[in-house]
Every structure is written in C-alpha cells, then in structure tokens.
C-alpha cells in the first residue's frame, strides 16, 4: 500500500491491526524488505502489529531529484565548513513520511523501531512529535557529534566504491553483498548464499543509487542531534553492536548519554547489520522495551 501526498511511502501491516504498534524505519539505502521476516513475526508473535515501509528515495516510495554527485560533495564541504547547506529533503522530511504512514494506518502512537539512519528519524521523531511516540529503540545509530569516532579507510572506500557494471543484476549484487560482509557482524557472518539471495531479492525490486545519495545528504543536512536528544522523554533502548566498522560504539553510548533515562544495550560481535543468529536476542529486547513503556490504546485518528 502507499501513502498519498508530495511523497507517496510504500509500506506494510502485518498482524491484528487491534494491537498496538511497533512502526519500524530501516536505514540508509535500504527497503522495507532489508527487514528479516522472521523478525517481524517475532515481533508480531508478541502481541504487536507490525508496520514496515520503504523511506522516500528507497524500494518503491516516492523519489527525489537533485543532489548528483556534485550536491554531495557541496553538502558535504558546507558541511566540514560549517556553511548553511540545501538538500532535497532531511531527516525531519523522513520523520513527516513515518506520521503519513501511522496516519493511512489510522495509528495515534506507535513503538518506534530505527536503525542506523532510521535510528536518526526516529530520534527525531520522539523530540518533535512525542505526542505519537510511546517508546524508542535506536539501532547502531548516533547523536550526530562530528567529533564521535569515524569508519576506517577500508570502510570509507568501499562505501564509495560502486559496481563494476551499474546496469548488470550480477555486479550489483556482487557490489552489494560486498559492501554488507565489511560492515556486518564480525562474530555472526551471513553465510554467503542466504546473503546474496536478500540482497538479490531487494535489487530485483529496485536499486536507486541516487536516492541514497540524497539521503546521504538529508543525514549529513540534519547535523548534530544531541540538543535534540536532550528533549527526548520518551522511553528509549539504545542496542549497538559492540564490533560495528561503520557507526561505532561511541555513536550508540553518545545517543544514550544525551537521552534521559536511555538503557544501553551492547552486543558483542555485532556490526552493522542485523544477522540471522541475533534476530531473536533483538527480537526480546525490543518486546521487552515496549511491554514495560506506557501502554496507550490504540485510537483512530
């Protein structure tokens, strides 16, 4: 189903639309499908309805234009330069496409669910709408502190690196598994196979390298956090992967610093991902953040 508007989002509802919500929002460049099956009906197995969508610039929701190659390298240098920067959208925008999404759905408030850049709309969110928010998990995600730790060299330069033919299904997913077995879980490795057939399955449903980028560009727009952080009340879980090579630890434990009453969850051997062998261990946690939050019924709107 999509939303209408400017942006349309495409999304999904899984479970007893009676039940309250769990709202989850996926990270840089990814779909709605880069959420594990088997995750979501954990999750729905807890008494939860599970709502999962494409962001704008992702899978099948509305597209941007703009922010080629040259926009990311202005945002980027305004950025460093600490000069006022235009973007397509921001993580603000992002967070405005999770409320269309809860409003199709008839959702007053939801568990809001977020990695990695998702985790960012969904800090966002809690500060600006908490109203529609009855707890938050941040998923190796960050506070936005330009001084945190960086990726490595290696990471960095795979990061932007590309396929060595765009057009040809193979190379992409080549490309893409790639670039997921450098940032994955060290201690928990995807074998191959079960790997290169999710990343197949959401190349076959679309690949929008432009997209990403101005994504890229709504993060890197969207700055420093931790003033926002600070006015976030809502129950927060923090989980960060203890081994992760692209957002570091200290971008997890800067989040739940600046958050009051945040608890912090680190996993050993985790990275950037969410792998298999872990899915039941995030899967009880989150069940567990939002069966002690305020428990609202949920109203249609």
């Known amino acids: 189903m999509r939303t209408t508007g400017t942006t349309p989002i495409e999304f999904e509802s899984l479970g007893n639309p009676a039940h309250p919500a769990i709202v989850l929002i996926m990270g840089l460049g990814m779909q709605l499908v880069a959420w594990p099956d088997d995750f979501c009906q954990a999750l729905v ?3 939860y309805r599970v709502v ?8 099948l929701s509305g597209r941007a234009t703009g922010g080629g190659a040259l926009g990311l390298f202005k945002v980027i240098a305004g950025s460093v330069l600490k000069l006022p920067v235009k973007t397509p959208y921001t993580l603000h925008d992002m967070a405005q496409d999770t409320l269309a999404v809860m409003d199709a759905l008839h959702i007053e408030r939801a568990h809001i669910v977020g990695v990695s850049m998702g985790g960012m709309i969904g800090q966002v969110l809690a500060a600006e709408h908490p109203q529609r928010v009855l ?28 396929p060595a033919n765009p057009k040809d299904l193979e190379s992409v997913t080549d ?3 790639h670039v997921l077995q450098v940032i994955g879980s060290p201690g928990y490795p995807e074998p191959a196979p079960a790997l290169r057939a999710r990343v197949r399955r959401g190349v076959l449903r679309a690949y929008i390298p432009a997209g990403t980028n101005r994504q890229v560009m709504a993060v890197i727009a969207s700055g420093d956090r931790r003033s926002l952080l600070q006015r976030i009340h809502t129950p927060t879980l923090v989980i960060h992967g203890r081994d992760d090579p692209l957002v570091p630890l200290s971008g997890g434990q800067d989040t739940a ?31 567990q953040h939002c069966n002690t939050a305020p428990v609202a019924s949920p109203r249609k709107i």
Do not use: C, E, W, Y
């Not at 999962?52 to 899978?59: K, L, Q, V, Y």
């Open 135 to 162: 707890s938050l998990t941040s998923i190796m995600s960050t506070s936005g502190h330009m001084r945190l730790p960086q990726p490595s060299l290696k990471v960095r330069r795979v990061l932007m690196s590309r």
């Open 45 to 47: 197995a807890g008494g």
């Open 52 to 59: 999962r969508f494409d962001n704008r610039d992702s899978g």
């Open 175 to 177: 490309h893409l598994v």
């Open 257 to 287: 610093k600046h958050v009051r009453g945040a608890k912090l969850l680190v996993i050993d051997g985790m990275g950037h991902d969410l792998p298999t062998a872990l899915l039941p261990q995030l899967a009880s946690a989150i069940l």
